[in-house]
């Protein structure tokens, strides 16, 4: 009867540790399959494309948009955007925030010739933690943060050059932006970037 007793103990602490052991695997398996799906991502740089871009990223005098379009993509009415200059296609403008601030924003082309450069700016943003790298709302192109200047670029696989979109605020008689201002001015890039995407899109 003891010896009964004491198999049925030490089948008892066997069963227990398998078990123990089946759930690390378990986690361990789940881990990998994290990283895996994790690498998997950042190495995925094309994207379905939803449209015909090459008049966006082809290099030409005209501005990329009118400060009537500016204005619409920015919820604007048109007299609060005016174009301050175009040297060759770069071309910045004059914007008056409804919070009776003014920023300047630039939209202009990279001319960098290379699709793998590109790439390489895509795959080095995905993996770096400091750098804010999103998807379009068109879902086909990466709009990738600087993280100490703000500017945005917009990085296509199937084109060789990207645009940039920057801004800048000037004022040293006045004051200085508030938190809440700095963001509009923050978001107002994302939203001439999608913008630009669909109204360029064929």
């Known amino acids: ?3 009964s007793n004491i198999t049925i103990a030490f089948l008892g602490v066997l069963l227990i540790a398998a078990c123990g052991n089946t759930s690390k ?13 994790k690498l ?12 015909d871009y090459a008049q966006l990223y082809t290099p030409n005098a005209d501005c990329k948009l009118t400060p009537s379009q500016l204005a619409e993509a920015l919820g604007y009415s ?21 919070g009776n601030f003014t920023v300047n924003y630039g939209i202009s082309l990279e001319k960098w010739g290379d699709k ?6 895509i795959e080095s943003g995905l993996k770096n933690e ?5 998807i379009s709302e068109s879902g086909d192109t990466y709009i990738k943060r600087h993280p100490v200047q703000g500017f945005l ?15 800048s605020y000037l004022n040293t008689s006045g004051p200085k932006l508030t938190d809440s201002q700095r963001e509009e001015q923050k978001q107002n890039t994302y939203k001439i970037a999608n913008y630009l995407i669909d109204h360029y899109q064929k």
């Open 130 to 134: 400091m750098v804010d790298v999103s």
């Open 25 to 37: 695997e378990e986690k361990s398996t789940t881990e990998s399959s994290g990283t895996d799906l």
């Open 153 to 167: 670029l917009l990085l296509n696989t199937n084109y060789e050059n990207p645009i940039n979109i920057s801004y």
């Open 78 to 98: 048109d007299g609060q955007v005016e174009e301050q200059s175009n040297y060759q296609g770069n071309c910045w403008y004059k914007v008056t925030h409804p």
């Open 116 to 121: 793998n450069i590109v790439e390489d700016e």
């Open 40 to 51: 998997e991502a950042a190495s995925t740089m094309d994207l379905e494309q939803k449209g």
């Open 1 to 3: 009867m003891k010896v």
